[in-house]
Every structure is written in structure tokens, then in C-alpha cells.
């Protein structure tokens, strides 16, 4: 939610923040701003309404931003609607301080009232403002940057990323960050702030991980980190090793179709990186065999497509290995008192930084659970504060609905499943080989399905004009299906609904009438006649049934669409099945004019609650 870039060096300002904020606008897309210092010593500020292109134009059309120094953002608005005078960069009264903030101030009304106490005026309705005039509250007390950051830190409860300016300390940044994700990168003459990897990655490979309440002084071409106390840290940066053009669109009309097909290398490349001479291998992460033997229970916590994953997971872990598994939304899991004894807490995130899997995660470790993490973003705060971490390969995802990462996820999770499986002696080693050859096997067979993305394509342009689509499965069919109708909503607008096939009749059957499209998910031999049944249901009311199945399943052939899937493991078909739900939902949204990489009202990462 909302992304944050600075930048200091030999360039102009604007065109490298301009640049930066293209490539987090899946952060947040309704109004965009940057602050530049100008060479006459003052503090010009551009703020525009609207997507990035707004801001660009203002930028270009209106005053010039000259001058190497400068911050920008782009908004997902919390507090405030989403107009020019709520966009960041927000400015002291004197225009000498000016400041962007990711997150949200939690306490913002008490402080402003405290500031209005000391005559402080406000123009917006933002908590960011608020934020700017405190860090100037304490400038003017303390006379000192550090000392006003620190104050301001101690002062303000929340989350913050939050990187600030003072016309008094020309090639100088501030910045701050408490739970809202910040990086800061630096070459050769140049330093660059940002709430993520691919907003510098053209630029430089060195990045250090703000932690939390770290104050970082960027001049140019160098950084140097504090404490709340002032005294000065150590720190060395890490080598991102993603591939800058992953955060291109390289030929492709949007970042998601181009996502949708690196999903057979991002999936072999998390598979390499998990298994060593054919076995699973998780000494690297610090898991060993004898940490996974003591596993009696597990509880899985994710949000969205995450928490997808997690209910795959289950079917996979408890069928396999044999040990209890509960799946959690963690924005529900955080807030509830559960039973818990000594289970292990997985979290899956992508971004690492969603607001309640982080807090999910921190509540199971003060009740002494251990946790583990499937984490995208390296140095990511889940990835940090977990346990022990496996990292998916998926580079940057930057299209809002997530398809690669979840791919990825996917992958992990069927790894720690036959591991933990294979620990606990409930598979047999033959077994055991025969679902690793699968999962080396599944890179090959999703490019295959996306090999029939056409057809998809034209069922999606025959089916445009609906209005409801539910998607029915069992068991690890029901997984794909929430997931399935989840990427649907999101980005085509289309109202959906997901259902285990059996309880639809237990109420939600009173919706389908003539013309509801209806799609069943249909993977798993044991269910699919029973899966098969309540689609028939639906068609005696009138629905329009579509399929997506395994190969080699036996269907009737009254089903308007069959989309065939290769066979595999029974344990791992949502990798498969998943796949053409994704193009489905991609090519309804393109047909019906949305933007498919930036839905609306919706932000990449979730970091407020
Ligand atoms: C859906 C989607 C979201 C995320 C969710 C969790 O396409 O992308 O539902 O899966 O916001 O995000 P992470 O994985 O970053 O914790």
C-alpha cells in the first residue's frame, strides 16, 4: 500500500522518481506526487490525481523540477479521499521540510490536536501531514534532523516507511521505517530509497534492508544507519540477484500475462532450490530432519491467494504425512485466542510485508510456537522474523493479482508436504521418488496448458457478458476453485463465488438460474463423480457448465467447455488446474477494458490492517 522512492546523485531528480514510482505503482494508484530540492536551495512539489501518467504530465507540463534531490509517491489512500491535496510529498508551513509516508499512523488524531495546540495549521486530511509537522515540531526544538526523526519515532504509534527532506541539508534524505517494508540501494555516486526492489533495481544491485526503527542519512553515493538513539550502526548491504528485465514487461500487454508465463521457470527454479541430488533438502534453511520429526500439528496462516495456498497445503500435508493441519486467515488468526500446543505456524507471503500475516506470525511466537515461513521478497519483514524461511523463486511479481508467486508457493508447500512425509515414514521411499519425478515433471506440463491460452481466450470473449460465475470442486479441486474465482473477481469486476461441490445445494443453489456460468474444477479421480453430480444440478436450473480436468477423466458431454490438464500426482493438480482460471480471469478482464495489472480500489501489498 503506497510506495515511497528517493533519490540522490549526479541526475536530474524527477525522471529517476518518476521512474522508480512506475515500477511500485501496484502499490497504490490513486494519486502520486514527488518532491524535488531545487538548485536555488527550496523545495518545489508536483502533485497529481489519478493514475502515474497524471503526475508525469503535470511534471512535464507544469513547473520544471530541477535539482538531484528529491522524493517521491504514489498513494493508496487511507485517510483522506483521493485528491491532490491528500497526495504526498506533504510540506511544513515554510515548504522547507517535505515528507512521504507509507503506512498508517495509528495515534495521528491526538498528535494533531497536540499541534494544533501549538499552532500548527493543516490543509489535508492525512495522517502524512500530521507525520511532517511533528518531524518539524521537533526539528524546530531539537535542531537536528536525527534528533526530530528519533522524537517523532518515539512520539507516534502505527506503521511507517517514512523518508523526509530539509532545505537546510540540501543533498541529504532522512528516513525511517517501523513495519512498512524500505530499501535503500546505492552505486557509484548515487543512492536510492524505496519501498522496493524493482523500483531500483536498473540502477543497483547493493541494497541494504532498513530494519525496524533504524534512522538511515543517505548522501550521495552513501548511506549510514543509527539507532533511536543516535549512535551509529554497522551494516552491510545484500546482492539482489532478481534480473532487472523481470521487472519489465518485456513484449508483453501487461505484467500479469507476462507473469502467467514465467510460471514454468519460476516454478522449476523454486524446485531447484529446494532439492539437492534428487533428494529435498532443507539443511540451507536450518530445518532439519530431526525439527521435522517433532511435528505434531500445523497450523497455516495467509491472507488471499496465500491462504490458497495454505488450504492446498492441507489436503497435501495431511494426506501425505499424516499430521493435523489447520489453515487460518490471518487477519482472523491474530485477533482470536486459539487453542493451541507447540504446533508449528506456517505463514506464506509473497511480499513478506502483509500487515496481518506479520502480526499473526509475532502473536504465535509469543505463545512459543515456532514458525516457519514461504516468503518471495528476500529480507522482507515475515522472512526476517520468522524462524526459519524458504524463499520462492518467483523474482518480482508485479502485477496486483499474484499468479507466479502463488505458482511458487504451490511448489514449496508440495516440498515440505513429501519431506515432511518422508521424515515421518508415512509414504514409502518408492513413493517418495515417484512424487519427485512429478514435481520435476510440472514446469513441463503447466507450459504445456499455457500452450492453449486460445482457446481459453475464446470462451473468455464468449462468456464476457456475465454477470455471476461460480466455480465448484472437492478437496484439493475446492483449493483451485477459491483461487480461481478470487483472480476473477478481482480483475474482471465479475461477481463470483467459489464452492465446495457439496454445499452448494445447502443454500447457494437458490442463485444459479438460466445462464449462470458455472465452472467445476475437476482433478481428482475418487471425486469427480461426485463433483460431476452437483454440476448437473446446476445444469437441470439452468446453468452454463465449463470444466477444467485432468486428462483421461471420464465427463459427460453435456458440458459446453472441457479445459484438459495434463495427469500428475493427485496431490499436486492445482499447479495444473489453476492455470487456465488464471488466463480465464486475464482475458475477461483485458475484454472488458480493465486494467488488468492495477484493479481498482486494490494494492499490491496489504501493509495496513
Ligand atoms: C490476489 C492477491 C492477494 C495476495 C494477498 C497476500 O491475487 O494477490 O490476495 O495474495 O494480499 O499477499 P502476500 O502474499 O504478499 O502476503
Not at 532439492?275 to 505434531?296: A, P, R, S
Not at 508436504?417 to 521424515?423: E, F, G, Q, S, T
Amino acid at each position: 500500500m503506497c510506495g515511497i522512492v528517493g533519490y540522490l546523485g549526479p541526475k536530474q531528480a524527477a525522471p529517476v522518481l518518476l521512474d522508480g514510482l512506475t515500477k511500485l505503482e501496484y502499490r497504490g494508484y490513486d494519486s502520486a506526487g514527488v518532491a524535488v530540492l531545487n538548485p536555488d536551495g527550496n523545495i518545489d512539489v508536483v502533485k497529481a490525481k489519478g493514475k502515474l501518467e497524471e503526475l508525469k504530465k503535470a511534471v512535464d507540463g507544469g513547473r520544471k523540477l530541477r535539482g538531484n534531490c528529491g522524493i517521491g509517491h504514489t498513494r493508496w489512500a487511507t485517510h483522506g479521499e483521493p485528491n491532490e491535496v491528500n497526495a504526498h510529498p506533504h510540506i511544513n508551513d515554510e515548504q522547507s521540510i517535505a515528507a512521504v509516508h507509507n503506512g498508517i499512523i495509528e495515534n495521528y488524531a491526538e498528535l494533531k490536536a497536540k499541534l494544533i495546540r501549538h499552532g500548527y495549521k493543516f490543509y489535508s486530511e492525512t495522517d502524512t501531514e500530521v507525520a511532517t509537522k511533528l518531524v518539524d515540531y521537533y526539528y524546530k526544538k531539537y535542531g537536528d534532523p536525527l534528533e526530530a526523526i528519533s522524537k517523532f519515532s518515539l512520539r507516534v504509534r502505527g506503521s511507517y516507511a517514512l523518508a523526509v527532506m530539509f532545505e537546510k541539508y540540501p543533498q541529504t534524505i532522512f528516513a525511517i521505517r517501523k513495519d512498512s517494508p524500505m530499501i535503500i540501494g546505492v552505486a557509484d555516486g548515487e543512492t536510492f530509497l524505496a519501498s522496493d526492489v524493482p523500483a531500483i533495481l536498473k540502477y543497483t544491485r547493493n541494497v541494504y534492508y532498513v530494519e525496524n526503527l533504524e534512522i538511515a542519512r543517505l548522501e550521495k553515493g552513501a548511506v549510514s544507519f543509527y539507532n533511536i538513539d543516535g549512535d551509529e550502526k554497522d551494516k552491510a548491504p545484500v546482492e539482489i540477484t532478481w534480473d532487472a528485465a523481470s521487472a519489465e514487461k518485456d513484449g508483453y500487454e501487461h505484467f500479469m500475462l507476462k507473469e502467467i508465463h514465467e510460471q514454468p521457470k519460476v516454478v522449476k527454479d523454486t524446485l531447484n532450490s529446494l532439492l539437492h541430488g534428487g533428494e529435498i533438502d532443507f539443511t540451507e534453511i536450518g530445518l532439519t530432519d530431526g525439527e521435522l520429526e517433532n511435528i505434531n500439528g500445523i497450523i497455516i496462516a495467509g491472507c488471499g491467494s496465500a491462504y490458497h495456498v495454505g488450504v492446498v497445503m492441507q489436503y497435501v500435508i495431511e494426506d501425505l504425512a499424516r499430521v493435523p493441519v489447520r489453515v487460518e486467515l490471518a487477519s482472523e488468526l491474530r485477533y482470536r485466542n486459539p487453542v493451541t500446543s507447540g504446533e508449528l505456524l506456517i505463514v506464506i507471503s509473497q511480499s513478506g510485508e502483509t500487515a496481518d500475516s506479520l502480526a499473526a506470525l509475532r502473536a504465535a511466537k509469543e505463545r512459543g510456537l515456532k514458525t516457519f515461513a514461504i516468503v518471495n521478497v528476500l529480507g522482507s519483514s515475515i522472512a526476517r522474523e520468522a524462524d526459519k524461511v524458504i524463499y520462492t523463486k518467483a523474482g518480482p511479481e508485479i502485477s496486483v493479482a499474484t499468479t507466479k508467486a502463488y505458482s511458487s508457493q504451490l511448489i514449496a508447500g508440495y516440498a515440505f508436504a513429501v519431506k515432511l512425509a518422508k521424515v515421518k515414514k508415512t509414504i514409502t521411499d518408492a513413493y517418495y521418488s515417484q512424487l519427485i519425478n512429478e514435481l520435476f515433471a510440472l514446469p513441463e506440463k503447466i507450459s504445456s496448458v499455457l500452450e492453449n491460452r486460445e482457446s481459453i481466450q475464446k470462451f473468455a470473449s464468449r462468456t464476457v457478458d456475465k454477470e455471476d460465475v461460480f466455480f465448484l470442486g472437492r478437496g484439493v479441486d475446492y483449493a483451485v476453485s477459491i483461487e480461481g474465482s478470487l483472480k476473477l473477481k478481482e480483475i474482471s469486476y465479475i461477481h463470483s463465488e467459489a464452492y465446495a461441490a457439496g454445499e452448494l445445494k445447502h443454500g447457494t443453489i437458490s442463485l444459479i438460474e438460466k445462464g449462470t456460468l458455472v465452472f467445476g474444477v475437476l482433478t481428482q479421480d475418487m471425486l469427480v463423480e461426485k463433483t460431476v453430480s452437483n454440476l448437473a444440478e446446476t445444469q437441470t436450473r439452468g446453468a452454463v457448465v465449463a470444466a477444467v480436468a485432468s486428462e483421461g477423466l471420464k465427463l459427460p458431454d453435456d458440458f459446453d467447455r472441457v479445459f484438459r490438464i495434463p495427469e500428475t500426482d493427485g496431490h499436486f493438480t492445482a499447479s495444473l488446474a489453476v492455470i487456465p482460471l488464471q488466463l480465464f480471469a486475464y482475458y475477461l478482464s483485458v475484454l472488458r477494458g480493465n486494467d488488468v495489472d492495477k484493479p481498482r480500489n486494490l494494492a499490491k501489498s496489504v501493509t495496513v490492517e
